[in-house]
């Protein structure tokens, strides 16, 4: 195996160590857009855009991944969208 294969697999076994984890935020039908919104800049640290193409995704499809990460970044994150109001779970 050659040093480029090698390296490749360290990648591989890297990435497979450090599991990414999502936030998936669903539909309701009691949150305003502008409320989900306001929360995602707020929590999650999108950018205005991003936010409003995530409200609308989540409106139109039903749900959305609007922050992946490491599960420990990811749980209180989680925790504070439940907090505000929306549905979201870790997957």
Do not use: W
């Amino acid at each position: 195996m050659g040093t480029k294969e090698k390296h490749l697999e360290d990648l591989l076994l890297e990435e497979e160590t450090v599991k990414q984890s999502e936030i998936v935020l669903f539909n309701d039908e009691v949150n305003t857009f502008d409320h989900v919104i306001e929360t995602l800049i707020a929590v999650c640290e999108h950018s205005p855009e991003q936010a409003e193409q995530c409200s609308l995704i989540v409106h139109y499809k039903g749900k959305c991944t609007v922050k992946t990460g490491e599960y420990n970044d990811l749980k209180p994150r989680c925790s504070r969208l439940l907090q505000a109001g929306l549905s979201a779970e870790i997957v």
